[in-house]
């Protein structure tokens, strides 16, 4: 209504001009009001109020401001002329204002959403009270901070902004160039986690997660970095302990099953726990229901030519034979290596990729008589542990290992070692004499 009501008032003007103006101004002066009309009506009511301008506007001035000739426009060039001026330029002016109005709406909703990202961000940044959130230039000098940032290093704003990134970095790290190096990298890769020491007001340390993010523009150029920063001391210090208790758990666990098996058990979490293989290597076999005769043939083969009596010989084989079935049963196979070092002892290598042992479940496995998870007799290891001199056993998600020593003389008890020694002196197992204990 107030473009129509414009243009009306520019239409009236362009009329008075026609009636009291005309002999100074020409044909074409009062068309410049109609313009302005339009012009107006454009501006105020938008794209379709200046085309309807425009289109009054011209059958105004064909039919009251031209000459009396109105629109017979071919007996009159000069008509024609300012007529098509008029529509050329309202035209133009029409499509600028819409221009204009778009470019004036797409600036405003910009500007909208950067206020509304700019409130969430502020609002995001002082209630994060857990994370130090900051805000930093290009050259890496803090220019926001939050009351996270506060908090957990000490600063406040007051005296934080302005200076470096280095500033809560310990002196060794600032002296070899660790803050400018991380800006960079993030700079490079445009994001980074990192971890490490950073410094408080105060001086104390705290180990801190740090993420570091840059910020472009449209263009692309960096302008700066996002820095949120928190404190995992106190989770690290956990971990740590939880660690440990597993440490101390695993190594109860291990000395247990060594000392009720008298030492012929040994449990290792970590494979550098197995022990070396011996230098010989006398046969590889695939391990599958099919093979397993062949392995008890290659097995007394073996100590046949190292010297091994019967019976230590059927020891190793029927030992060796429960761990291979084990191996077949819950794990659909594996491979079997046995190795011997010239004579005096004889190795045997078990190796399967099944879902192994779980940890909770290592003591029942082991020692309990009958135990088992697959429906079978459930003796295999408690078999293999009273047959066999020394069994590994090392077991996890990836698989399974056992390795199985057999000597050719059946050695002296555990416990012996450890309590064989009198005023210094070690005995030989042969001089033990039962009446002492």
Not at 5 to 30: H, K, M, S, T
Not at 265 to 274: A, I, V
Not at 300 to 326: I, P, Q, Y
Request: glycine share 12%.
């Amino acid at each position: 209504m107030a473009g129509a009501a414009i243009a009306a008032v520019c239409f009236a003007a362009a009329l008075v001009l026609r009636n009291y103006l005309q002999p100074w101004l020409g044909p074409e002066g009062p068309f410049l009001l109609l313009l302005s009309g339009c012009a107006a009506a454009a501006s105020v009511g938008g794209t379709p109020a200046g085309v309807a301008a425009l289109v009054a506007g011209g059958a105004l001035g064909g039919f009251y401001l031209l000459p009396s000739e109105g629109l017979r426009l071919s007996s009159n060039p000069t008509a024609t002329g300012v007529l098509l001026f008029y529509f050329i330029s309202g035209t133009l002016i029409v499509a600028l204002n819409r221009w204009r109005r778009s470019a004036r709406r797409l600036a405003e909703e910009r500007t909208d959403a950067l206020r509304q990202a700019e409130a969430t961000l502020r609002a995001f940044s002082e209630g994060c009270h857990e994370y130090a959130v900051m805000m930093l230039d290009r050259e890496g000098r803090v220019a926001g901070w939050n009351a996270g940032a506060h908090r957990l290093t000490g600063y406040p704003s007051d005296e934080v902004v302005g200076r470096g990134y280095e500033l809560f970095f310990e002196g060794s790290a600032r002296e070899a160039g660790e803050p400018g190096r991380q800006l960079q990298l993030a700079d490079q890769l445009g994001h980074v986690d990192l971890e490490g020491w950073r410094v408080r007001r105060d001086g104390s340390r705290f180990l801190a997660r740090v993420s570091l993010t840059v910020l472009r523009n449209d263009a692309g150029q960096p302008e700066g970095f996002a820095c949120v920063v928190s404190d995992i001391t106190s989770m690290r210090e956990a971990e740590e302990r939880a660690r440990q208790a597993v440490a101390r758990q695993r190594t109860f666990l291990q000395q247990v099953l060594r000392s009720v098996t008298e030492g012929r058990l040994r449990l290792c979490f970590r494979r550098e726990e197995l022990p070396e293989r011996l230098e010989t290597q006398a046969g590889c076999i695939s391990l599958d229901a099919a093979r397993l005769g062949s392995l008890r043939a290659c097995l007394r083969e073996v100590a046949g030519a190292a010297g091994f009596d019967e019976h230590r010989t059927e020891d190793l084989v029927h030992a060796v034979g429960e761990a291979a079935m084990n191996a077949v049963v819950h794990a659909g196979g594996g491979e079997a290596s046995i190795f011997h070092d010239g004579g005096r002892t004889i190795q045997v290598w078990l190796e399967d990729h099944g879902a192994g042992i779980s940890e909770e479940r290592l003591h029942l496995a082991t020692l309990e008589r009958g135990f088992t998870t697959a429906g079978t007799w459930g003796h295999g290891f408690w078999m293999m542990l009273k047959l066999a001199d020394r069994v590994w056993l090392h077991t996890g998600q990836d698989g399974t290992t056992v390795v199985l020593e057999q000597d050719r003389d059946r050695p002296a008890p555990h416990w012996f070692d450890s309590t064989a020694s009198l005023n210094g002196q070690s005995l030989q197992a042969g001089q033990f004499d039962r009446t002492e204990c």
